[in-house]
């Protein structure tokens, strides 16, 4: 730390906002900084470098505003509430697509003129469905794409071509209920709370390094369908919660977690 | 309803509160009543019987004031918020004993003048330490035991002695880290929440219906120690909450789910 | 109670689900049923009034498919919920007008081809602004008026036209921070919580019967900014909530304040 | 930032964990640092002032175990709790007397091997009431007083002998409800949640810096008694939270405010 703040002040920088965490057991060290000042984000990256140990990972002046697609089935609560944000100029990211095995989201995309690609499931391999969606893809320029209540899985070798910038939101608190129709499992089971889970994708299905959870109350009284109706409430806030943290560069990623620098 | 309220109002008995709740699916009706009147329990028990179909299941008059043993293992804060209440009259049920696995919790109870029974599970077979505990028990009369952080594990042969009237406290938000060690799991999996479960105890480990959860948000600087004293304060919160249900009356069983009627 | 049921039942009715409440202080019963069957709504009403005291109060056959007018000034959070529940049929009203003291919002409401009035408060007085509001309301017809966000007081005279039938989401826990600025009084208190309260709105400023409440968890290194950014997830949130609970007919006001079934 | 890492450093100490606010607006800076090495306290305190603007507040080496003073009246939920954690070695203080204004929680506090001290407020003065209370700490060596519900307000010069000192817990979310009875101010104005709060005392009543915050959910059928018991809950939680921050070190307190930081 003492090294890092010196090499700030050799630098002419200023630190404005600096947040660390020790994980003692595994002799890692996660640091965040906001600075201002004037020399190059290369030269600080080579100061940076030259002062602290050789496998130090280091992204300097990641871009303010991030680009974005967005895959979605039919649900339009993750994806209205993303374009709400896009088109206000509140999401810190801009959304460069949309696309949908299903048509139903195209109208509300379109309304806010972002292009939307619709990409069927049906009648094709997966594999032939995901080299469609990737083709589409390389069409765009974009740091991460965002799952909105994408109901397909997607292959590991899908996920390999975009590591650790897949976010997904997964209709559970995770791990409870991994995999489809994790309400109705919630409502079998007889949970008193049901909750959604924003996280990276890995190779293993709902499995990746957790952003953030968030819970909601049930009770007998709920049907499936409540609960259903119920979690999109969360779903959507929980996910917009996640992008921002990782929008404004507040997450990083080791192992299978996140340290992430609230505020 | 119409038939319940009727056979109420033929009895000279006044509703002070009624909650119901149909299970259109499954076509089965529940109501929790709170009456005042002069007919006996036997009477107004074979009224509700005649008017309502072969199959009504029917709790009347219920103790106010059940009688409890508690199975404990190293941990105060369960087995001590619940002496302090039943000290205090708070609890609704009074604390007949309290059975240990160790010695650690008896100086507590003895404070309250609550026998405690040490009855170690060491050297011997988990049926000669469960039988131990059941001839114990036998010197009591009791409406329920609670599994007040309990760390063993109970044959289904001890349950099915007790059936439907044991509580468990279980640290972790069931069904997600189900077992041993659930903390080392969430801090493992990378969890932003945990949480507790407070659940009757069926044959399945962890699996009988739930009476009530809780969460507390956690972050990738917690250790799994500080994750264990955090669970600490839901898990005895959770647990009282349950006992406050269970012991008014308001929670029923079925299937393998709880139905709730909290106010 | 009694009484209702068997109303019911000689009318040919069944009851789906009924919840009541008693409030012994004051003697008033309050009960909702959701009922199904072929006799007509005025059949019906001059049934139960019949069986019922003479001060009861009953509301038949609420129309199920609400009309709102929305008012607003700048912020897009509230209404762009709003505009999106609209399209996708999940508001349970349908949205007939908005009307903006600033032109800010035009685009986003014409976007989902609702009639936006953009009516200005410069330049006239407060009775002369609320005439014109009401000269443009005359062309509508509508069950609610909501404020979502509308920052201008409004006068006890305008609000007598909409008795009970204007909803307003303030941006503090009420009754702490009522008036302008909650968020800089809230974080030049120093409170580790900030609210927000969806309210039916009286004469009284910010104190007419509350329907929904709910907070978000602040620290010393929230700015002001910072709190009013939080808050609107709160914001948009809760009057959602509330929206759902008066458009379902769950919502009964009396005195000051709301009873609620919820489920 | 990097003037203290480099003291640090120079002292041959290794900072474990560090966390900075800076405040902007008022140009204010706070740091807390957990270090370990062998130079002692004073020099330690001596470099840092050296190396720091003149103005600068240190607190080094806080006694690790502190002691507290409780005072209280008849409720004995915070009491109990704050018994049990001390008995087990789980306050991180330890109770060194208990004051209470009756004599009810006597037994509670014995049974622990705690002095309790019956002080009646009753056929004597405000100032007499205070100077009885001053006179039995005298006996005691202690860091902090903690109010656990005691229900007499306290005179501006009492609390001026222990300035930053006094922790109270009071059961509303402050700033509603300020005063007496706040369960049923919250109970008369229809809220959907209520709080506790945790702060410091200063000479406003209720006014002082807010340490910890909770609130719990309630609706219509919940009656003031029903809020007094819900309540209790969150009081001693709160409570219990409030002190543990205090006693780890980790609250400032600044203006009328406290910056916290909790891991």
């Known amino acids: 730390m003492a090294d890092i703040a010196r090499v700030m002040a050799d630098a002419g920088r200023n630190i404005i906002s600096m947040r660390e965490f020790v994980n003692v057991d595994e002799n890692r060290f996660f640091i965040r900084l906001e600075i201002e000042g004037n020399s190059s984000a290369e030269e600080l990256r080579q100061a940076i470098l030259a002062a602290l140990p050789a ?23 993750c994806l209205g509430d993303i374009l709400l944000r896009n088109y206000f100029g509140a999401l810190q990211a801009s959304v460069r697509c ?43 320029e974009f740091d991460y794409i965002v799952l909105a209540k994408f109901m397909r899985i997607l292959s590991p070798e899908f996920i390999s071509h975009f590591q650790k910038n897949i976010i997904n939101i997964h209709h559970s608190f995770l791990p409870a209920f991994i995999g489809a129709h ?47 109706n119920l979690g999109k409430e969360i779903e959507k806030s929980v996910l917009a919660k996640a992008l921002q943290l990782v929008f404004e560069d507040r997450v990083m990623v080791y192992d299978n977690k996140t340290v992430i620098f609230e505020n």
């Open 182 to 228: 994790p309400y109705r499992q919630a409502h079998e089971r007889g949970v008193k709370m049901i909750g959604a889970t924003a996280h990276f994708v890995t190779n293993d299905l709902d499995d990746g390094p957790i952003i953030s959870q968030q819970i909601i109350p049930v009770n007998h009284a709920h049907t499936v369908k409540d609960m259903v």
């Open 55 to 77: 496998d130090t990972e280091i992204v300097v002046n990641p871009s303010p505003q991030k680009r974005i697609a967005v895959l979605v089935t039919k649900e339009y609560h």
């Open 98 to 140: 949309v696309i949908g095995n299903h048509e139903i989201l195209r109208p509300i995309t379109e309304k806010f003129d972002i292009p939307f690609h619709f990409i069927s499931h049906e009648n094709k391999t997966k594999r032939s469905f995901e080299e469609d969606i990737q083709n589409t893809l390389q069409g765009y």
